[in-house]
T-cell receptor, first 114, second 111 residues
Framework: EAQVTQNPRYLITVTGKKLTVTCSQN?????MSWYRQDPGLGLRQIYY???????DKGDVPEGYKVSRKEKRNFPLILESPSPNQTSLYFC?????????????FGSGTQLSVL | GEDVEQSLFLSVREGDSSVINCTYT??????LYWYKQEPGAGLQLLTY?????DMKQDQRLTVLLNKKDKHLSLRIADTQTGDSAIYFC???????????FGSGTKLNVKP
């Protein structure tokens, strides 16, 4: 089944404890991206990647890192999480990198930083 | 960056039509999308329209684009309780680097 898989689904952590949220897609998609969803703010892009080893900042990259060593995986790393990073996170992928694009979304990761 | 705005809530009765509105600021946005988010799930693409189109119809869904006013709308005919969800407007450029999403409109369909 074609899908974007995020793990974990729920995560509670404490300030400063490094964490990684994994994202994997099985559709051989070129494009992958991370978003955070906050009430009243919609989805805001954190980072995106057009291909392996090619990543770029979105609108809210501060406090986050990403890597794209393989086409299928795009982990989101929080080196020193803070309470303002408490949010619902979505990974998404798309086949192409030009023209119109259908984004396929994972089921989300609800992160709470205490 | 782009500002994409939507009203937060809409409530309709089953069988009525729903109209969800969206405004955006960047006239260079090439592709405009509507996504649906059901509780506990990720977003799913409902429909999209190119910036050189005025209207697109897909079964119960009608998308209208007014480029002059930078206004996009989604009309759902014969709204059903299963249509209850959050609907996001999104805009994107041709080169795909950034997508901008609105805050989402929560549609509540009353039986």
């Amino acid at each position: 089944e074609a899908q974007v898989t995020q793990n974990p689904r729920y995560l509670i952590t404490v300030t400063g404890k490094k964490l990684t949220v994994t994202c994997s897609q099985n559709m051989n998609h070129e494009y992958m991206s991370w978003y955070r969803q906050d009430p009243g703010l919609g989805l805001r892009q954190i980072y995106y990647s057009m291909n392996v080893e090619v990543t770029d900042k979105g609108d809210v990259p501060e406090g986050y890192k990403v890597s794209r060593k393989e086409k299928r995986n795009f982990p989101l790393i929080l080196e020193s999480p803070s309470p303002n990073q408490t949010s619902l996170y979505f990974c998404a992928s798309s086949l192409g990198t030009v023209g119109w694009g259908k984004l396929f979304f994972g089921s989300g990761t609800q992160l709470s930083v205490l | 960056g782009e500002d994409v705005e939507q009203s937060l809530f809409l409530s309709v009765r089953e069988g009525d039509s729903s109209v969800i509105n969206c405004t955006y600021t960047d006239s260079s946005s090439t592709y405009l999308y509507w996504y649906k988010q059901e509780p506990g799930a990720g977003l799913q693409l409902l429909t999209y329209i190119f910036s050189n189109m005025d209207m697109k119809q897909d079964q119960r869904l009608t998308v209208l684009l007014n480029k002059k006013d930078k206004h996009l709308s989604l009309r759902i005919a014969d709204t059903q309780t299963g249509d209850s969800a959050i609907y996001f407007c999104a805009v994107g450029p041709y080169n795909f680097n950034k997508f901008y999403f609105g805050s989402g409109t929560k549609l509540n369909v009353k039986p």
